[in-house]
């Protein structure tokens, strides 16, 4: 079972780069990284999911190395709305999945 | 398009009894996964369902099983609950070709006394 390493929490300006790195050291050759935005009483909501390289859509960019041991989640200029925990996921070939405790992002006015 | 729909929103149960959850997914998905989550973690995969199957299951104990319908709708089954079982229960719907893009509902937070 794919484990990931997230920092516990982040704080950040409104209008900042906000970057969260995910260590996942046993991560499958199939396997794609995902990541999920949660708000306080909703299930997870889907980011963005790459699987090398650098992937970018209209709320996030996904940057992957090339040993695929980490992944960064960038988040452009956030607002106070962007308050939430973020989780990285990594699929281990086998349907299961390992949320971990998600990184806390505060962004302050 | 509706989502993924999950019934009731709350629930409140005693120490011993049982108790369903149920969980219609997003339109088109064809495969469910429940999830616990408790106060302050991160979701815990329970089990996955597909064609009416469990395909997947995760450290939880038998005392929590599951039903898949034809029409892909799914209900988790708790038994002789604990103070433990106390959290958010969460279903997830997807396609099996892209299990990893789930599309979660918005919970049944279950509070056992």
């Known amino acids: 079972l794919a484990k990931t390493t997230q920092p516990i929490s982040m704080d950040s300006y409104e209008g900042q780069e906000v970057n969260i790195t995910c260590s996942h050291n046993?991560?499958?050759?199939?396997?794609?990284i995902t990541w999920y935005q949660q708000f306080p009483s909703q299930g997870p909501r889907f980011i963005i999911q790459?699987?090398?390289t650098k992937v970018t859509n209209e709320v996030a960019s996904l940057f992957i190395p090339a040993d695929r041991k980490s992944s960064t989640l960038s988040l452009p200029r956030v607002s106070l709305s962007d308050t939430a925990v973020y989780y990285c996921?990594?699929?281990?070939?086998?349907?299961?999945?390992?949320f971990g405790t998600g990184t806390s992002l505060t962004v302050i006015p | 398009d509706a989502g993924v729909t999950q019934s009731p929103t709350h629930l409140i149960k005693t120490r011993g009894q049982q108790v369903t959850l149920r969980c219609s997914p997003k339109?088109?998905?064809?495969?469910v996964s429940w999830y616990q989550q408790a106060l302050g973690q991160g979701p815990q995969f329970i089990f996955q369902?597909?064609?009416?199957?469990?395909?997947q299951r995760g450290n939880f104990p038998d005392r929590f099983s599951g039903h898949q319908f034809p029409n892909y709708s799914s209900e988790l089954n708790v038994n002789a609950l604990l103070l433990g079982d106390s959290a958010l229960y969460l279903c997830?719907?997807?396609?099996?070709?892209?299990?990893?893009?789930?599309?979660f509902g918005s919970g049944t937070q279950l509070s056992v006394l």
């Open positions: 997830a719907s997807s396609f099996r070709d892209r299990f990893e893009k789930l599309f």
């Open positions: 046993n991560i499958a050759t199939n396997d794609y």
């Open positions: 790459g699987y090398k």
């Open positions: 996921l990594v699929g281990d070939g086998g349907n299961q999945f390992y």
């Open positions: 339109s088109g998905h064809d495969t």
């Open positions: 369902y597909y064609e009416e199957e469990e395909r």
